[in-house]
């Protein structure tokens, strides 16, 4: 079984390293997040901006999500 383990991060600990090699998976290493290369972010980052400036409660919340979306829209 030729199998891989994605991490976001590499393991610090020997151990654990030790253990992947010894029950033979490869470890892959996701490279760092990035919002500049996921095209979803730029439609996003408004959005929650304007989320964040308006003032309300969690009882308003969805109803400032829904006004932040028609305003990006």
Not at 33 to 58: A, C, M, Q
Request: positive net charge; hydrophobic residues 35%.
């Amino acid at each position: 079984m030729n199998a891989s383990i994605n991490l976001e991060v590499a393991p610090e600990d020997k151990a654990c390293k030790k253990l992947f090699k010894q029950v033979q998976r490869r470890l892959q290493y996701l490279p760092p997040y990035s919002p500049d290369l996921n095209e979803i972010e730029h439609y996003w980052f408004p959005i929650k901006n304007r989320v964040r400036k308006s003032i309300g409660t969690i009882e308003n919340f969805r109803e400032r999500v829904d006004t932040s979306v028609r305003l990006a829209s």
